[in-house]
């Protein structure tokens, strides 16, 4: 997995369900996929220990680590246990 990009959180944001990663404004996001096809508009990525999705649109990116953008088809999904 390659680090992609890293962000600051512009509002808070509290996932629907576990496959989601929950944050506060202004802690910091790290992006490690950014999902193609019908979820556009989200982005997968850690804060702290925890992994996730979230709407990109809620990150504001500060600094870039890779020209090279992994994305992913939507059909691929994070289990919840």
């Excluded at 992006?31 to 504001?60: M, N, Q, R």
Aim: charged share 25%; aromatic share 14%.
């Amino acid at each position: 997995t390659v680090l992609m990009c890293r962000g600051k959180a512009m509002q808070d944001f509290k996932g629907p369900d576990c496959r989601f990663v929950n944050f506060k404004k202004g802690e910091a996001v790290y992006v490690y996929y950014k999902l193609i096809g019908k979820s556009t508009e989200l982005w997968a990525g850690s804060v702290g220990s925890d992994f996730g999705y979230f709407p990109k649109d809620l990150l504001e990116v500060n600094h870039n680590y890779s020209n090279e953008e992994l994305e992913l088809p939507t059909d691929v999904s994070l289990t919840c246990y």
